[in-house]
């Protein structure tokens, strides 16, 4: 019954009507395209990217950026992983269902809006790190295909009066998260989980939204979020295992 409920929920192939004509679709659209396309550019050492964490296949990069004395660095990370699809590492990323299993950094989630089968808005608290405030965030979620064995989930922060900014403890934060992935096998072959590779692009900008001192804030991600990428893909690997391939 779990396997069929799972095949059933799989990011769909193609876009989801209903997305299409939410008030939402224009910019979901044009933000999900050109993070997906800048989530696969190389980092090359001269657009300033720094490598700053590396283990086995995964690499993970950012760039210095303050505005206004806030850190905003933007984060690049690439990761290979054997034995899982693209289509199912973004299945376990974009659905709900899974989110507490691997996101540690999550104290409550609420989905605000379910647009389609490939789009959602969320809101979500997170841990307090002290001596920062709270911080909270509403964002869409949207989960597509693309060309050449590819999917990808984008998050984007967005507003809803039902859940002003800044109104209780919490500070809203803006993200900008991109999960690129791209699966590859042996020409002549057929996938199968002894021969498929998926090749990880993870972007990621968040701008606190308030006050956080910079030495902090630079901490936590540097501890963050090679353990969110190394917890999620063993997450992911774990939860396919025994389970048919879904491309
Ligand atoms: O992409 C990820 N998760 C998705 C599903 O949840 C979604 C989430 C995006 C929100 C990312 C922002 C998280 C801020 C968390 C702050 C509190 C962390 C507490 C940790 C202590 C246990 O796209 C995976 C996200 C992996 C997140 C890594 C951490 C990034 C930290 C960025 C700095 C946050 C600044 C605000 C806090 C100020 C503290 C001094």
């Known amino acids: 019954a779990e396997r069929t409920r799972d095949e059933v929920e799989l990011p769909p192939p193609a876009i989801d009507n209903r997305l299409t004509v939410h008030p939402l679709w224009p910019e979901i659209d044009r933000i999900s395209t050109e993070q997906i396309q800048a989530a696969f550019e190389e980092v090359g050492g001269e657009n300033g990217w720094q490598l700053f964490a590396e283990e086995g296949d995964m690499r993970m990069y950012r760039r210095e950026v303050e505005v206004d004395g806030m850190v905003m660095d933007p984060l690049k990370a690439m990761h290979k992983v054997r034995g899982v699809s693209a289509r199912e590492m973004c299945h376990y ?8 299993e691997w996101e540690t950094t999550l ?5 605000v809006e379910q647009v389609s089968a490939d789009a959602l808005v969320f809101h979500q608290t997170f841990k307090r790190i002290w001596p920062a405030s709270q911080r909270d965030a509403l964002f869409w979620s949207h989960v597509r295909a693309s060309r050449g064995n590819t999917y990808a989930v984008t998050n984007h922060s967005t507003s809803n009066p039902d859940y002003p900014p800044n109104a209780g403890a919490c500070i809203r934060l803006f993200v900008t998260v991109c ?3 791209r699966s590859s096998w042996p020409a002549g072959e057929q996938p199968s989980r002894d021969n498929i590779t998926t090749s990880i692009a993870y972007c990621s900008t968040v701008n606190p939204g308030g006050w956080a001192p910079a030495g902090v804030l630079r901490a936590v991600y540097k501890r963050e979020y090679p353990k969110f990428l190394k917890r999620f893909t063993s997450y992911v690997v774990d939860q396919c295992r025994g389970k048919p391939l879904a491309i």
Do not use: G, V
Request: proline letters at 6%.
């Open 93 to 100: 990323f974009f659905n709900p269902r899974y989110r507490y």
């Open 107 to 111: 104290e409550t989630m609420t989905i």
């Open 179 to 181: 999960l690129a992935c």
